[in-house]
T-cell receptor
Framework: TQLLEQSPQFLSIQEGENLTVYCNSS?????LQWYRQEPGEGPVLLVT?????EVKKLKRLTFQFGDARKDSSLHITAAQTGDTGLYLC?????????FGSGTKLNVKP | DVKVTQSSRYLVKRTGEKVFLECVQD?????MFWYRQDPGLGLRLIYF???????EKGDIPEGYSVSREKKERFSLILESASTNQTSMYLC???????????FGSGTRLTVV
């Protein structure tokens, strides 16, 4: 069983659509991070959220940390083909970072 | 531009060979990590190091060892490669505190 459960596993949408992906756990985290990974490359950090209820925006991407600091969501507005990739959440428990298995997003032109 | 550099993008090795994967970071980060990434299993932590000459086992250390003789370099060693070690290997570094990882581009290792 994964510490961090991401949903959906796969998402295929048309350019211009909106989408939300989720990262859930039964554990409480001091912080949570989101990464995007393109094929054949390492993950790249998008954002770190620290405070329960925190909302951060990065252009068309909106990240939210749950009030209880157990879950997070990533919303993309008007998706573009360049958003295609694997979206990973990660969180620390006892000085070890754990990653979810990711949401694979495909944005079709 | 800050970087984590992995020595090889692709490697093909034979079963039983000793394999060295090298990783260098130029950010003076205290912490360095080795993960493997497999479809459906996500990223799994093999080993990490929070200081020179220090190492800690991750979740799947069996069949691997590591070396950190200098702050900027963290090596992963497969003592006797096996086919179930075919995977994408990712090195990362991180500063102390609530900071994210900087990953290398990965090494895709195939053991035949």
């Amino acid at each position: 069983t994964q510490l961090l459960e991401q949903s959906p596993q796969f998402l295929s949408i048309q350019e211009g659509e909106n989408l939300t992906v989720y990262c859930n756990s039964s554990s409480v985290f001091s912080s949570l991070q989101w990464y995007r990974q393109e094929p054949g490359e390492g993950p790249v950090l998008l954002v770190t959220v620290v405070t329960g209820g925190e909302v951060k925006k990065l252009k068309r991407l909106t990240f939210q940390f749950g009030d209880a600091r157990k879950d997070s969501s990533l919303h993309i507005t008007a998706a573009q083909t360049g958003d295609t990739g694997l979206y990973l959440c990660a969180a620390a428990v006892a000085n070890k970072f754990y990653f979810g298995s990711g949401t694979k997003l495909n944005v079709k032109p | 531009d800050v970087k984590v550099t992995q020595s090889s993008r692709y490697l093909v090795k034979r079963t039983g060979e000793k394999v060295f994967l090298e990783c260098v970071q130029d950010m003076d980060h205290e912490n360095m990590f080795w993960y493997r990434q497999d479809p459906g299993l996500g990223l799994r932590l093999i080993y990490f190091s929070y200081d020179v000459k220090m190492k800690e086992k991750g979740d799947i250390p069996e069949g691997y060892s590591v070396s950190r003789e200098k702050k900027e370099r963290f090596s992963l060693i497969l003592e006797s490669a096996s086919t179930n070690q075919t995977s994408m290997y990712l090195c990362a570094s991180r500063r102390d505190g609530n900071y994210g990882y900087t990953f290398g581009s990965g090494t895709r290792l195939t053991v035949v």
